[in-house]
T-cell receptor, first 112, second 115 residues
Framework: GQQLNQSPQSMFIQEGEDVSMNCTSS?????WLWYKQDPGEGPVLLIA?????ELTSNGRLTAQFGITRKDSFLNISASIPSDVGIYFC????????????FGQGTRLTINP | DAGVIQSPRHEVTEMGQEVTLRCKPI?????LFWYRQTMMRGLELLIY????????DSGMPEDRFSAKMPNASFSTLKIQPSEPRDSAVYFC?????????????FGNGTRLTVT
């Protein structure tokens, strides 16, 4: 089946640093989504991207839908302690569009 | 504005027992999804419904798993009999499918431990 390769798997950074993570796939996706999951909670939607090349910001977060429709990245600027958590990318394939495919997650740890 | 509501939050049961997980989707959403999350396999889609009708259950691991959606505001995921390898966090999620699909919104999950 379709898979998303999300990297890095984990990141250890200092507070204030910028963060970058990405997802790639061998298949084309219609939509890319980025979620954040805090311990004991469900994933929460951060940013949704609907068009190839689209660049969208949400506060300190910026995400882009790759031109080839096979990749997406998420950047976090000036990280703060509450950014700690697991970040997931998810892609909505062209066929079976409601069946989101999730990446394996990037675990972000921030040293104060 | 209430989100997706799942119950119970935690469930500990013995192998062989029946387990029922419950979900109330966001009001107005017409699609409902059941996911399972484990360290090894990440987030896996088990089954999803559109307008209360099961559309794709290909992710349901085996016949021990069943899901129902008797109405637009309630769904259950049942495991009978449960096994230790079923231990995971089970998430329910909902969305609107129609003109302008909405993204998926997740509940806070049910952590299931089968001993």
């Amino acid at each position: 089946g379709q898979q998303l390769n999300q990297s890095p798997q984990s990141m250890f950074i200092q507070e204030g640093e910028d963060v970058s993570m990405n997802c790639t796939s061998s298949s084309i996706f219609n939509t890319w989504l980025w979620y954040k999951q805090d311990p004991g909670e469900g994933p929460v939607l951060l940013i949704a991207l609907y068009k190839a090349g689209e660049l969208t910001s949400n506060g300190r977060l910026t995400a882009q839908f790759g031109i080839t429709r096979k990749d997406s990245f998420l950047n976090i600027s000036a990280s703060i302690p509450s950014d700690v958590g697991i970040y997931f990318c998810a892609g909505q394939p062209i066929q079976g569009a409601q069946k989101l495919v999730f990446g394996q997650g990037t675990r972000l740890t921030i040293n104060p | 504005d209430a989100g997706v509501i799942q119950s119970p939050r935690h469930e500990v049961t013995e192998m062989g027992q029946e387990v029922t997980l419950r979900c109330k989707p966001i009001s107005g959403h017409n699609s409902l999804f059941w996911y399972r999350q484990t360290m090894m396999r990440g987030l896996e889609l088990l089954i999803y419904f559109n307008n209360n009708v099961p559309i794709d259950d290909s992710g349901m691991p085996e016949d021990r798993f069943s899901a129902k959606m008797p109405n637009a505001s309630f769904s259950t995921l049942k495991i009978q009999p449960s096994e230790p390898r079923d231990s995971a966090v089970y998430f329910c999620a909902s969305s609107w499918r129609g003109t302008g699909d909405s993204p998926l919104h997740f509940g806070n999950g049910t952590r299931l431990t089968v001993t």
